[in-house]
Each structure stands twice: as structure tokens, then as C-alpha cells.
């Protein structure tokens, strides 16, 4: 018999990177991006999160990680800023690595941090430069240790890094610990399995950003929807809503889940209506 228990909470700390593809193709769906962001974003406010939320490109040999845009990553004072960071432009690389892209990003010497005041670059050990007022690398202060971690892939292509999927899948979820399941999701926004067509054009499968996306629990939306208001909304109430999906710390016989919310047993399946499934894949009970 195994007991796993958990306190549902509001208001934690979220730090999302989106990785968007700036290839020559991406013109019109970096614009569709940016103008439903607020739809992502809103969910923050319902839930009174704290947040960062940086953008990187797919262009591993041009920008290789760095965040985008001026200031460097939003937070909830100028989240306004963020539709125009992510307009990240088209001159990119067509060899899209968003996998490595966002490894990149997370790992050092890109977020080196230090306590270490500074005018100039000359007062920092290199690799560290001076980082608004601190020493530190170029990405330093955007991913923080207790904060949730949400990654957002948006791609028309499919990734073309070179590690196996099973190393940026183990590299991200250990930034969190793998007992931490729950506080790191990556979400594809990419052409599904076969391929789209829209007025933007055409968009192969994101099969690499789709597995990804389907290991961790997070959402998967075609970038040929002609709007990604909703998309992003779904994206946005696993970043920031109340939790719907708790991993089990063992595999259980189905037939003997017990679920109790505040100490009061929860059918699978009561007042005509499902309340929640054991999610076999996942090993996860979702609400």
C-alpha cells in the first residue's frame, strides 16, 4: 500500500521560455504569437503567479541561446514588452535546433549568476560580463531554482539537433529533479503528425517537439490554426492554473486507486460526471 499525498497551490513562481522558430517562413505565425499572447498570459493574473518569460530562437549558430529582445525576459510589471521580443524576425538559420537552443539557454555559462556588483565587464571574470549591475552570464536571473519551468516550442519545421531526443528529455527534466515532475512541462506549438497546411503555409510534423511535449505532460497545438488564442490559453492553464495532473511515486493496480481531496474520498465517477482517470502512460492521476 503507497499513500502519496500533495497540497494543491496558487501563486508559484513560473519561469516560461519560448523557443520560436526565426526561419524564413515563420513571419506571419511570430505575428500570431504575439498577438494572442495576452490570452497566455491572463491566465497568470487568475492565479496570481509570479513570473519570468524569455525568448530564444531555433538559431543555434546565430543567436545560441541568448534571450531575446529589450528587456531581456518579462515580468508581471511589463509583460506588455513580450509581444515584441517574440517578433524574433526570419533571417535565422534554416537548420532549426530548438532542443539545443533551449539547452542552451538554460545551462551555463549562459545563466552563470554571482552576487558580485559591477559597473563594467572589466570587474567580472571571464566568461561572467556585467549583467545589469551583477556578474554573470548573458541569461543570468531568468531561471530560478524554486520556480515551475514551462518550455514552449513553435516551429514549422521539425528539430534538427543533434543529440537524441532521450538527452534534452532527461537534460530539462532533471533541472527541476525527476521527482519534481509537476514542475517542468514542454509544450509544441508545431505542424502535427502529417503535416498542415494553412494561409502561412505549409508546416512539416514536429515529431521530436511532440514526443517531448507528450512526455512531460504538456500541450501540443498545430501552428496552422488560423488564431493560437486558445492554444495558448490551454498552454497557459497548465503554466500558471491549479494542478490537474499528479504523478504517482509507484506503478498501482488501477482497480485500487483511493482518491481523497481534503480527507474526503472523490469517486473516479459520481454525480453524472467523471471527476478523475488514472492516466496509464503518464502514471499520473489527472482531475
Not at 524554486?146 to 537534460?171: H, M, R, T
Request: overall charge negative; hydrophobic content about 35%; aromatic content about 10%.
Amino acid at each position: 500500500e503507497q499513500t502519496d499525498t500533495w497540497i494543491q497551490t496558487s501563486g508559484q513562481d513560473v519561469d516560461v521560455l519560448f523557443v520560436v522558430d526565426n526561419s524564413g517562413s515563420m513571419g506571419e505565425e511570430q505575428g500570431n504569437l504575439s498577438s494572442n499572447f495576452q490570452t497566455f498570459i491572463n491566465q497568470a493574473a487568475t492565479w496570481n503567479n509570479d513570473y519570468h518569460v524569455g525568448v530564444v530562437t531555433t538559431d543555434l549558430e546565430g543567436d545560441s541561446g541568448l534571450l531575446q529582445g529589450d528587456p531581456r525576459y518579462v515580468v508581471n510589471a511589463d509583460w506588455q514588452k513580450f509581444p515584441n521580443n517574440v517578433k524574433v524576425g526570419t533571417n535565422g538559420s534554416g537548420t532549426e535546433q530548438g532542443l539545443a537552443a533551449a539547452q542552451a539557454a538554460l545551462s551555463l555559462p549562459l545563466i552563470a549568476d554571482s552576487t558580485q556588483a559591477c559597473n563594467t565587464d572589466a570587474e567580472c571574470t571571464e566568461p561572467d560580463a556585467c549583467v545589469e549591475g551583477f556578474c554573470g552570464g548573458p541569461n543570468r536571473g531568468f531561471l530560478r531554482k524554486e520556480a515551475a519551468l514551462e518550455i514552449v516550442f513553435v516551429s514549422d519545421e521539425d528539430d534538427q539537433s543533434q543529440a537524441d531526443l532521450n538527452f534534452y528529455e532527461n537534460f530539462f527534466k532533471n533541472l527541476k529533479g525527476f521527482f519534481n515532475a509537476n514542475m517542468m512541462h514542454v509544450h509544441a506549438i508545431v505542424g502535427p503528425p502529417g503535416g498542415c497546411t494553412s494561409g502561412a503555409g505549409d508546416a512539416v510534423a514536429g515529431n521530436r517537439y511532440i514526443d517531448l511535449a507528450n512526455s512531460t505532460g504538456g500541450n501540443v497545438i498545430s501552428i496552422c490554426e488560423q488564431d493560437f488564442s486558445q492554444g495558448l490559453s490551454s498552454i497557459g492553464e497548465i503554466a500558471f492554473g491549479l494542478k490537474v495532473q499528479f504523478f504517482l511515486s509507484r506503478v498501482p493496480v488501477p482497480a485500487t486507486i483511493e482518491v481523497k481531496v481534503n480527507g474526503v474520498p472523490c469517486l473516479a465517477n459520481g454525480g453524472g460526471k467523471t471527476n478523475w482517470t488514472y492516466d496509464e502512460p503518464s502514471n499520473a492521476v489527472v482531475f
